[in-house]
């Protein structure tokens, strides 16, 4: 039997091994002798720092490609790379440069976009890119933030430190507790007011579940309604920034009024002439300044007043409001005025009368009926006043949160709804009117909120189901005095004396 060498044994075990390491090799590398497959696409990246030529090209974590290669074209990143011929990749793609880990090699990852799209050609482009982060820059400004970090944690130093910082800050949690109390106080002082006013909103939403369920048509056409309410509160919005621009460039009324200069130069000149008056009357000269600075005249006045606040404290049972409210309508470019009294024999009654100012008028139908041989004709002829005043005379009950009004609205028969929010700061309102069978009824709903005690503000929409084209969106406010507050500026105005 032949036997081998040692040096025959060596040399076996070393082409053992080549041939070996040579296998290995082209699997890592993914050598192929019969040449790449696949097509190639491109990308342009503003900066492809850190990328090399053979990284993966990935989609969804799978590994379909290779970079082939990168160069510089008009100041931007080339990248082209291999992917495997069954990838298909939409116009819609995206190329991003990725990191794996925090400080891991760059590869680049393609997202496919939607199937829907139309693939890219061999040797296309992938158009959308996201390039990576540059890690100098992040240093930089992790830098920079913490400089500002050092400077505040220093400033608080400052503020807080020694025993004048020690004071101020038990002062603060001496007041945080003292608040905290205050608003637990509150909280239970007004805790059967809360639970009265959860169990009318479980009342209402029970109720109110019944009438859905019993009127699921009628719903249905209130969704429609209300869509079509927002389609036109939107209109509105646009066409209020147009009145705003109109404004900002100086025309219209209010824009000359604005930017005009000789319109300001008149204002002045009225404050000036105002000013003189005032003093006029200061001194006592004319009618008013003698009516003003006499005695005589001051201490008759006075005696007036205190009979009339006698008289009023007979009646300290009744409560009388004054209202006037302005309502501008964005459709009609037009205010809608209100003068309001309210008479309030109760608590949970009162009665309202008003006088309103309505720019869209009155609209009357006059119906003529001619006969010609036995033939009749009807005519309707359509007339609207414009200076007409309209009248409202109402009688409203309260029950807890939930008002309720009828009678006349607008000079027409009508009736409302009104819920009260926040210890009748905010007072949501529901109102229904001019009841024409051939015409939808007048629906109106607005939203009052008293931020102070004599003014309010109010928004809504008016007639917002109309098919005459009458609809429109509203902003407004009004000033609101009750018999208190008349006697208040009746008996306590000042008489001014020499």
């Known amino acids: 039997m032949t ?103 760059k590869y680049v990852e393609v997202i496919p976009g939607s199937p829907q799209a139309q693939p890219i050609k061999p040797g296309g482009r992938i158009v959308r890119t996201q390039s990576p982060a540059n890690i100098d820059t992040l240093l930089k400004q992790l830098s920079s933030i913490g400089t500002d970090i050092k400077e505040i944690t220093q400033s608080l130093s400052g503020v807080l430190g020694g025993r004048e910082g020690e004071t101020s800050l038990k002062t603060i949690m001496d007041n945080i507790r ?22 009318n909103l479980a009342i209402f939403s029970k109720d109110l ?6 009127n699921k048509e009628a719903v249905h056409e209130i969704v429609a309604n209300f869509r079509q309410v927002s389609d036109q509160f939107r209109d509105a919005l ?16 209010i824009g000359k009024l604005i930017h005009d200069e000789e319109t300001i130069r008149s204002m002045n000149e009225t404050l000036v002439a105002l000013k003189g008056i005032t003093e006029k009357i200061n001194r006592g000269e004319g009618t008013i300044g003698k009516l003003v600075q006499d005695d005589e005249t ?122 009260y929010l926040f210890d009748d700061r905010l007072i949501l309102s529901l109102e229904t009117f001019d009841f024409d069978p051939d015409e939808n009824p007048h629906l109106k709903f607005k939203a009052d909120f008293t931020p102070f005690q004599y003014i309010y503000l109010t928004v809504g929409f008016d007639d917002f189901i109309s098919t005459e084209g009458t609809e429109s969106f509203f902003i407004g406010g009004g000033l609101r005095f009750s018999d208190e507050d008349l006697k208040t500026l009746l008996s306590g105005a000042p008489i001014p004396k020499n």
């Open 3 to 105: 036997k081998f060498s040692v040096e025959a044994k060596v040399g076996f075990f070393v082409v053992i091994g080549m041939i070996v390491l040579a296998y290995m090799s082209m699997k890592v590398g993914k050598f192929e002798y019969a040449g790449e497959k696949g097509y190639e696409l491109y990308a342009y990246f503003d900066s492809a720092e850190g990328l090399v030529k053979g990284v993966p090209v990935q989609i969804a974590g799978v590994e379909v490609g290779r970079v082939k290669e990168i160069s510089l074209e008009a100041g931007k990143a080339k990248v082209a790379f291999q992917l495997d011929p069954e990838v298909q990749v939409g116009e819609d793609a995206e190329a991003a440069i990725r990191t794996k880990g925090v400080l891991g090699d």
């Open 178 to 199: 003292s608040i905290a109390e205050t608003l637990n106080e509150t909280i239970q002082k007004n805790n059967e007011n809360i639970n009265r006013t959860l169990d």
């Open 209 to 214: 579940k019944e009438i859905s369920g019993t």
């Open 238 to 253: 646009i066409a209020f920034s147009e009145i705003t621009g109109k404004i900002n460039r100086g025309e219209g009324t």
């Open 298 to 419: 001051a201490d008759n006045i006075n005696a007036a007043l205190s009979s009339i606040n006698e008289y009023l404290q007979k009646e300290e049972r009744f409560r009388t409001y004054v209202d006037y409210r302005g309502e501008y309508l964005f459709d009609s470019d037009d205010v809608k005025s209100y003068l309001s009294l309210r008479i309030q024999p109760k608590e949970d009654k009162y009665y309202l009368l008003q006088i309103i100012d309505d720019p869209s008028g009155k609209k009357t139908v006059t119906e003529t009926t001619t006969t010609v041989g036995g033939t009749s004709t009807t005519e309707y002829k359509e007339e609207i006043d414009k200076d007409e005043i309209k009248f409202s005379a109402q009688i409203a009950k309260r029950y807890y949160d939930l008002g309720l009004r009828a009678g006349l609205f607008e000079s027409t028969g009508g009736i409302a709804a009104d819920y």
